[in-house]
């Protein structure tokens, strides 16, 4: 097959959650691991950090992936989904997996696909772990893709667990109360194994308490030992944002930028931090110099994008992922700190989200351009348009994403801010994010 072939037989023949939703996502680790014993066990065969969350652990990834290379480690780093190509999910060193890579391997395993049926993020975690294992990885960083104790990548057995911040995103499948969410992110704490937790929210703290006295794993708050806050809004010149980090409430890593500007990146820090303590205290090598390069470069060393990207001047153009109410409020609150004359908003989403929660969040005197990502599980630009307008948001439907982000960039003067978001999928068809990379 030839590479577009290949994709299509992934997207075709195995459901893929991204883009149909429920239909993709299959409880239980039973498949994966058969897949694994048939390749060997690759995932025995290579350390790692295991990473879960609702929201910042894509961002966490990357950056303990950007410090950890800085370090000098050679370092997979496996996450999904992807924004334009399907091979910016498995990366050694930043270098995305070549395409002929992929040809090859889907080949070599047909056979083996068309008897176990395996979904399609189960066929990717095994390509995945196959992968760094064949490449020999000092060190990987996996993110979880849904959830957590059924995720396909819980396989493995990590040097530490890392959960981020839990709040409401895929209650159909992982529960409606914060508790039932936060037990299933818990559900990757290995015996053993310390586990760092970026916030200590109330509210889901003795979820992790619990599973981690239950596991014997050595359990940190990060938050209790990091703080970080931005002192500056980002560089017009370089998109660094300066950051003020403690450590136990002294100054730490003085003078520190991030290259992932945007507000939220202040509640994932203290957990990346605490995750490179306990990967120092099991004999790896990283200095300061080594994390302060590594948040500064994150974006070059690893490809990351879409997190408060900047895309455009005169006007101000940003992208960002966020995609459910907790992320989008977070979002929405640095866009009210900027200046501008007139807001515009690019917003499409998908149809299993709460949809008015995260329409309610929104500013109402700004002018909307609503879309759909060209994805089965995107709601209609029309009915988005209709249900904005119930809650009085001022816009209307285009046909595509490109269509409404031309006539957003049309409408804009120099002095007006150009905002595109509300799903990972609006965000992956902007042709600029790519070419400004």
């Given at each position: 097959?030839?590479?577009?072939?290949?994709?299509?037989?992934?997207?075709?023949?195995?459901?893929?959650?991204?883009?149909?939703?429920?239909?993709?996502?299959?409880?239980?680790?039973?498949?994966?691991?058969?897949?694994?014993?048939?390749?060997?066990?690759?995932?025995?065969?290579?350390?790692?950090?295991?990473?879960?969350?609702?929201?910042?652990?894509?961002?966490?990834?990357?950056?303990?992936?950007?410090?950890?290379?800085?370090?000098?480690?050679?370092?997979?780093?496996?996450?999904?989904?992807?924004?334009?190509?399907?091979?910016?999910?498995?990366?050694?060193?930043?270098?995305?997996?070549?395409?002929?890579?992929?040809?090859?391997?889907?080949?070599?395993?047909?056979?083996?696909?068309?008897?176990?049926?395996?979904?399609?993020?189960?066929?990717c975690?095994?390509?995945?772990?196959?992968?760094?294992?064949?490449?020999?990885?000092?060190?990987?960083?996996?993110?979880v893709?849904?959830?957590?104790?059924?995720?396909?990548?819980?396989?493995?057995?990590?040097?530490?667990?890392?959960i981020t911040?839990?709040?409401?995103?895929?209650?159909?499948?992982?529960?409606?109360?914060?508790?039932?969410?936060?037990?299933?992110?818990?559900?990757?704490?290995?015996?053993?194994?310390?586990?760092?937790?970026?916030?200590?929210?109330?509210?889901?703290?003795?979820?992790?308490?619990?599973?981690?006295?239950?596991?014997?794993?050595?359990l940190?708050?990060?938050?209790?030992?990091?703080?970080?806050?931005f002192?500056?809004?980002?560089s017009?010149?370089?998109?660094?944002?300066?950051?003020?980090?403690?450590?136990h409430?002294?100054?730490?890593?003085?003078?520190?930028?991030?290259?992932?500007?945007?507000?939220?990146?202040?509640?994932?820090?203290?957990?990346?931090?605490?995750?490179?303590?306990?990967?120092?205290?099991?004999?790896?090598?990283?200095?300061?110099?080594?994390?302060?390069?590594?948040?500064?470069?994150?974006?070059?060393?690893?490809?990351?994008?879409?997190?408060?990207?900047?895309?455009?001047?005169?006007?101000?153009?940003?992208?960002?992922?966020?995609?459910?109410?907790?992320?989008?409020?977070?979002?929405?609150?640095?866009l009210?700190?900027?200046?501008?004359?007139?807001?515009?908003?690019?917003?499409?989403?998908?149809?299993?989200?709460?949809?008015?929660?995260?329409?309610?969040?929104?500013?109402?005197?700004?002018?909307?351009?609503?879309?759909?990502?060209?994805?089965?599980?995107?709601?209609?630009?029309?009915?988005?348009?209709?249900?904005?307008?119930?809650?009085?948001?001022?816009?209307?439907?285009?046909?595509s994403?490109?269509?409404?982000?031309?006539?957003?960039?049309?409408?804009?003067?120099?002095?007006?801010?150009?905002?595109?978001?509300?799903?990972?999928?609006?965000?992956?068809?902007?042709?600029?994010?790519?070419?400004?990379?």
């Amino acid at each position: 097959m030839t590479y577009s072939e290949t994709l299509a037989y992934l997207y075709d023949q195995l459901p893929m959650f991204q883009r149909v939703g429920t239909a993709g996502f299959r409880k239980g680790l039973g498949n994966t691991l058969v897949l694994a014993e048939a390749l060997g066990h690759p995932e025995q065969r290579f350390r790692s950090v295991h990473v879960a969350g609702t929201n910042g652990k894509g961002s966490s990834s990357h950056l303990l992936a950007a410090v950890l290379q800085a370090a000098g480690y050679k370092v997979g780093l496996y996450t999904s989904p992807h924004l334009r190509e399907f091979t910016e999910r498995i990366r050694v060193n930043g270098q995305e997996l070549a395409p002929e890579y992929l040809v090859q391997w889907v080949e070599k395993w047909r056979p083996l696909f068309e008897q176990v049926q395996p979904s399609f993020f189960e066929m990717c975690v095994a390509l995945a772990f196959d992968y760094f294992a064949e490449q020999r990885v000092d060190i990987a960083v996996v993110e979880v893709g849904l959830g957590g104790r059924f995720d396909s990548t819980n396989i493995i057995t990590p040097l530490v667990s890392l959960i981020t911040n839990i709040s409401f995103d895929h209650q159909a499948l992982l529960g409606n109360t914060l508790v039932e969410i936060a037990g299933e992110k818990a559900g990757i704490i290995k015996p053993g194994v310390p586990v760092v937790v970026s916030q200590t929210q109330p509210e889901v703290a003795e979820v992790f308490k619990r599973e981690a006295a239950a596991k014997l794993a050595h359990l940190v708050f990060a938050d209790q030992i990091y703080q970080a806050s931005f002192t500056a809004e980002p560089s017009a010149e370089t998109g660094l944002r300066p950051v003020a980090v403690t450590q136990h409430g002294r100054p730490y890593l003085p003078n520190t930028e991030l290259g992932l500007p945007g507000d939220y990146q202040q509640f994932n820090l203290p957990g990346v931090l605490a995750t490179l303590d306990e990967l120092r205290a099991q004999g790896f090598h990283i200095t300061e110099s080594a994390i302060r390069t590594g948040l500064r470069q994150v974006t070059r060393l690893t490809g990351m994008r879409g997190r408060w990207s900047i895309i455009g001047r005169q006007p101000l153009v940003v992208c960002d992922t966020g995609h459910n109410a907790a992320g989008l409020q977070l979002v929405v609150a640095q866009l009210r700190r900027l200046s501008y004359r007139q807001l515009h908003l690019v917003i499409g989403t998908v149809n299993d989200k709460d949809v008015a929660s995260m329409l309610a969040l929104l500013p109402a005197d700004g002018i909307y351009y609503f879309c759909a990502a060209k994805i089965p599980r995107a709601m209609p630009a029309v009915e988005l348009a209709q249900q904005a307008q119930a809650l009085g948001l001022v816009g209307r439907a285009y046909d595509s994403v490109t269509d409404a982000v031309a006539a957003a960039r049309a409408a804009a003067g120099p002095d007006d801010v150009v905002f595109i978001g509300g799903s990972t999928f609006v965000v992956a068809e902007v042709e600029e994010l790519f070419a400004v990379a």
